[in-house]
Nanobody, 118 residues
Framework: QVQLVESGGGLVQAGESLRLSCAAS????????MGWYRQAPGKQRELVATISSGGRTNYADSVKGRFTISRDNAKSTVYLRMNSLRPDDTAVYYC????????????WGQGTQVTVSS
């Protein structure tokens, strides 16, 4: 059974930082592209950042220079360090695991709420 468990969300003030974690089980973690997505109220889910099995990263323009995605294959965990948070970063953040060799292997966590007050 595949599980992605996010943690680290919370309520912070603008300008502060948070680190999200996503612990994976039930998959060969090192083979998966891992990603963070977010969904704000009334909006569609959007890409935040991804990291390939080889460590190549990709970011949404809105978070470039502020957020950093990383992974620890030994711990089967992906992280999202979020600095200089803004109120428009407020959303539910979801972890995603995607097998590019078999697209049907696409898994999501339950989400963690991040709220940034002004």
């Amino acid at each position: 059974q595949v599980q992605l468990v996010e943690s680290g969300g919370g309520l912070v003030q603008a300008g502060e930082s948070l680190r999200l974690s996503c612990a994976a089980s039930g998959i060969t973690f090192s083979l998966y592209v891992m990603g963070w997505y977010r969904q704000a109220p009334g909006k569609q889910r959007e890409l935040v950042a991804t990291i390939s099995s080889g460590g190549r990263t990709n970011y949404a323009d809105s978070v470039k220079g502020r957020f950093t995605i990383s992974r620890d294959n030994a711990k089967s965990t992906v992280y999202l360090r979020m600095n200089s948070l803004r109120p428009d970063d407020t959303a539910v953040y979801y972890c995603n695991a995607h097998d590019i060799t078999l697209p049907s292997r696409d898994y999501w966590g339950q989400g963690t709420q991040v709220t940034v007050s002004s």
